[in-house]
């Protein structure tokens, strides 16, 4: 069984920084792949970055250059490094975790395991 907390959203204003934080252990699955995910009022949920068991990352267009997505050398923590933010990025942002590749990574129906959800608001 996968568990999965995330931690680390708040208030931030336009241009800042937030690095959020995902404790989940996976260690059952090989490979996984691990995802941030977030979901802004009003929209659909959307893959933000994805990670593999083998250290492979991927992002969506819209943070590429901005948000880095890796994990602590036990492999225990997820973390998303969120820079340069803006009211874009206001959502409620989740991570998600599965057993096999990234393939397909931002289908949010595809993953088994999701944490509760950690909310970022960028004020502009």
């Known amino acids: 069984q996968v568990q999965l907390v995330e931690s680390g959203g708040g208030s931030v204003q336009a241009g800042g920084s937030l690095r959020l934080s995902c404790a989940a252990s996976?260690?059952?699955?090989?490979?996984?792949?691990l995802v941030w995910f977030r979901q802004a009022s009003g929209k659909e949920r959307e893959g933000v970055a994805a990670?593999?068991?083998?250290?492979?990352?991927s992002y969506a267009d819209s943070v590429k250059g901005r948000f880095i997505i890796s994990q602590d050398n036990t492999k225990n923590f997820l973390f998303l490094q969120m820079n340069s933010l803006t009211p874009e990025d206001t959502a409620m942002y989740y991570c998600?975790?599965?057993?096999?590749?990234?393939?397909?990574?931002?289908?949010?129906?595809?993953?088994?395991?999701w944490g509760q959800g950690t909310q970022v608001t960028v004020s502009s």
């Open positions: 996976v260690h059952s699955y090989n490979p996984y792949c």
């Open positions: 990670i593999e068991s083998s250290g492979s990352t």
């Open positions: 998600a975790a599965d057993g096999g590749y990234c393939a397909g990574w931002q289908e949010s129906a595809d993953f088994a395991y």
